[in-house]
């Protein structure tokens, strides 16, 4: 899938909207939204929104930062990278 944001593919790695529907627990999103890259990349901002939430990453001033959620995005992450088996690099 491509990234609606910048137009270039999105590794699922590292794709907001499968991240988000386990972090969420709601598949229904991966039929409701495209694809958009989760941290950012050379060529794409991805989704501070969404990427706040994953140690290291900038908080996202426009939107709240909900302490309830960062486990689940943390975990979800973990899932992601666990299923594409990308190189080792969690989140503390
Ligand atoms: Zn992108």
């Not at 709601?26 to 060529?43: A, E, K, W, Y």
């Not at 140690?55 to 309830?68: E, I, T, V």
């Amino acid at each position: 899938m491509k990234c609606d944001k910048c137009g270039c593919d999105v590794p699922k790695s590292n794709d907001a909207v499968w991240i988000q529907s386990y972090a969420t627990e709601q598949p229904i999103s991966l039929l409701v939204f495209g694809s958009r890259c989760f941290l950012p990349t050379d060529t794409c901002p991805g989704s501070p929104s969404r990427a706040q939430y994953i140690a290291g990453q900038p908080r996202d001033s426009r939107y709240p930062y909900d302490k309830s959620m960062e486990k689940k995005w943390r975990m979800a992450y973990k899932r992601i990278l666990k299923i594409c088996a990308a190189p080792a690099e969690e989140p503390a």
